[in-house]
């Protein structure tokens, strides 16, 4: 059997991407764990670079690459923050997102489960292989449009028999794509995107729940750039936030930990985490000396949501903050506003 190594979220992160290519064995089999595009500068060149590496890659969907499905089947709209258009604009444009809605969403081999985000605590390996099944025939049907705009939502939260196909569909694509904290009875919180850290007496991560039925296998996965790396017996997180500033990870498969190699490059900062950050929680943050740690106190998708809407008084300090692309994202929102009031 040849070598396996599962890589974190590229998140358009091609540079980095070839580096770490560049450290590993050529004749390796790569299972990418999801987030392949948006957030990081060349969105296109990434996608174009894993369809090339052809069988040798096994890409599974993550919640940035079934966004960029929704926003090309023009059933939800795009961000300021995405950085998707060079895939929509493209001349094959069809074929990229052809190929990207025939990804898995789940992938089980050589006693290892490979996810985007994470897996309730009530389901074990094969039935999270055929409720991931059950969402790719959906995915790569002449309805995958139709489909995916009722896929959006935070409901059902929580596991239970009996579901219909569509809340079932939708619970496991939040699981699967967007989970990080549960409840031992498997109802996930879609709030708190902090580190492991930030458990509560009754939300967990949800790889440390009692009893949870994929323990009998090792469950890779990235999504959490708050909770860095990860190497547990039974567990690998490998989402150490490249896009913020901090590494690219690849670690090789082996059926013990000690066998393990982690291979990791250093990352350019593409998105900064503090640019949202008021000037205590920037000052704070701050302290963290390494850009793994910055990355993880900053903790980014959170700031970025606590200060969409900030107060009129708060407006220029907080624009003088922004970063290029995001300062040109809302002057185009300006003229688009502008034009409209002309008319």
């Known amino acids: 059997m040849r070598d396996i190594y599962a890589?974190?979220?590229?998140?358009?992160?091609?540079?980095?991407?070839?580096?770490?290519?560049?450290?590993?064995?050529?004749?390796?089999?790569?299972?990418?764990?999801?987030?392949?595009?948006?957030?990081?500068?060349?969105?296109?060149?990434?996608?174009?670079?894993?369809?090339?590496?052809?069988?040798?890659?096994?890409?599974i969907l993550g919640n940035h690459d079934l966004h960029l499905l929704a926003v090309a089947a023009g059933v939800r709209q795009a961000h300021g923050s995405d950085t998707?258009?060079?895939?929509?604009?493209a001349p094959d444009r069809d074929a990229l997102i052809d190929w990207v809605?025939?990804?898995?969403?789940?992938?089980?081999?050589?006693?290892?489960?490979?996810?985007?985000?994470?897996?309730?605590?009530?389901?074990?390996?094969?039935?999270?292989?055929?409720?991931?099944?059950?969402?790719?025939?959906?995915?790569?049907?002449?309805?995958?449009?139709?489909?995916?705009?009722r896929m959006f939502g935070n409901q059902p939260d929580q596991w239970q028999e009996g579901l219909i196909d569509e809340d079932r569909q939708r619970l496991?694509?939040?699981?699967?794509?967007?989970?990080?904290?549960?409840?031992?009875?498997?109802?996930?919180?879609?709030?708190i995107k902090e580190g492991a850290d930030a458990a509560t007496t009754e939300l967990k991560p949800w790889f440390e729940l009692p009893g949870r039925r994929t323990a009998d296998v090792t469950v890779v996965f990235g999504h959490w750039s708050a909770l860095g790396l990860v190497m547990?017996?039974?567990?690998?997180?490998?989402?150490?936030?490249?896009?913020?500033?901090?590494?690219?990870?690849?670690?090789?498969?082996?059926?013990?930990?000690?066998?393990?190699?982690?291979?990791?490059?250093?990352?350019?900062?593409?998105?900064?985490?503090?640019?949202?950050?008021?000037?205590?929680?920037?000052?704070?943050?701050?302290?963290?000396?390494?850009?793994?740690?910055?990355?993880?106190?900053?903790?980014a998708e959170k700031i970025g949501k606590s200060v969409r809407k900030p107060d009129k008084a708060d407006k220029p300090a907080k624009a003088d903050k922004l970063d290029k692309a995001e300062r040109g994202d809302k002057m185009d929102k300006v003229d688009r506003a502008g034009k409209r009031k002309g008319e």
Do not use: Y
Request: charged residues 25%; glycine residues 8%.
């Open 172 to 191: 496991t694509i939040n699981a699967l794509t967007r989970m990080r904290f549960c409840t031992a009875d498997g109802r996930i919180d879609f709030k």
């Open 232 to 299: 547990r017996e039974n567990v690998l997180g490998l989402d150490t936030g490249c896009v913020w500033g901090g590494k690219l990870t690849a670690v090789k498969l082996a059926s013990s930990p000690a066998k393990r190699e982690l291979i990791q490059i250093d990352c350019p900062q593409i998105r900064d985490p503090f640019a949202l950050a008021d000037g205590k929680k920037r000052a704070k943050m701050k302290k963290a000396d390494k850009a793994e740690d910055a990355f993880k106190a900053a903790k």
């Open 101 to 149: 809605r025939h990804r898995p969403l789940a992938h089980l081999a050589h006693g290892h489960l490979m996810v985007h985000a994470g897996v309730l605590p009530q389901w074990d390996a094969t039935q999270v292989i055929t409720l991931a099944r059950d969402v790719e025939t959906q995915l790569r049907g002449p309805a995958w449009k139709t489909f995916l705009s």
């Open 84 to 89: 998707i258009d060079d895939i929509l604009n």
């Open 7 to 59: 890589i974190g979220d590229l998140q358009g992160c091609q540079t980095s991407f070839e580096q770490l290519l560049a450290r590993l064995p050529e004749d390796a089999d790569l299972w990418l764990a999801g987030d392949l595009i948006n957030r990081g500068p060349r969105s296109l060149d990434t996608l174009r670079q894993v369809i090339a590496l052809g069988n040798r890659a096994t890409a």
